[in-house]
């Protein structure tokens, strides 16, 4: 779907370190959202955002921060306290009452 | 909070058969029920959804429907073609409630030539 951009699209992390990942939106949405894909298990909440200057935890929180400081913009950081940082990232986003859109995802390694 | 349930987690049909993938859902106040359609290694793509004031929505050989007093709901693609072949996943929310959506674990479609 055009509008959400998520970057890098690959992203290897060291032991002990935090990685920030992109995502953008120019659809002038509301509400932005983290999900985590690992295989089998679907597509977990980590954290959302209804409205600038505010997110709230999802399911799976532990280990990630958000920042929300402007509206078309809501990186992740996966900070040294997630112990099990390898996955696919989905970003997406959606207006009250509409279908969310996903971006196209960033896959993070362990080194 | 929403709990949803997808089966069968593979599902492999000839082509030109149907295909059926059901969900269920535990929250009652849960009112829209998207299904996204994943190719491997893109994201998700809405390819149709459901609200609770309808039992089913067709688009051509996609159809969903959707059962609020069993609290589960179904996506049926006939005519299936090779290009169907995905995982798919359902999910379900209350539209303008706090949370974000709660997807089932996927249903991994195989279409045999």
């Known amino acids: 779907d055009g509008g959400i951009t998520q970057s890098p699209k690959y992203l290897f992390r060291k032991e002990g370190q935090n990685v920030t990942l992109s995502c953008e939106q120019n659809l002038n949405h509301d509400a932005m959202y983290w999900y985590r894909q690992d295989p089998g298990q679907g597509l977990r909440l980590i954290y959302y955002s209804q409205i600038v200057n505010d997110f709230q935890k999802g399911d799976i929180a532990e280990g990630y921060s958000v920042s929300r400081e402007k509206k078309e913009s809501f990186p992740l950081t996966v900070t040294s306290a997630q112990k099990n940082p390898t996955a696919f990232y989905l970003c997406a986003s959606s207006e009250q009452g509409l279908p969310q859109h996903f971006g196209d995802g960033t896959r993070l390694s362990i080194l | 909070g929403e709990n949803v349930e997808q089966h069968p987690s593979t599902l492999s049909v000839q082509e030109g058969d149907s295909a059926v993938i059901k969900c269920t859902y535990s929250?009652?106040?849960?009112?829209?029920f998207p299904w996204y359609k994943q190719e491997l290694g893109k994201r998700p793509q809405l390819i149709i959804d459901i609200r609770s004031n309808v039992g089913e929505k067709k688009d051509q050989r996609i159809a969903v429907t959707l059962n609020k007093t069993a609290k589960h709901f179904s996506l049926h693609i006939t005519e299936t073609q090779p290009e169907d072949s995905a995982v798919y996943f359902c999910?379900?929310?209350?539209?303008?409630?706090?949370?974000?959506?709660?997807f089932g674990k996927g249903t991994h479609l195989i279409i045999q030539p």
């Open positions: 929250d009652s106040a849960s009112n829209y």
């Open positions: 999910a379900a929310t209350e539209l303008g409630g706090a949370d974000g959506l709660t």
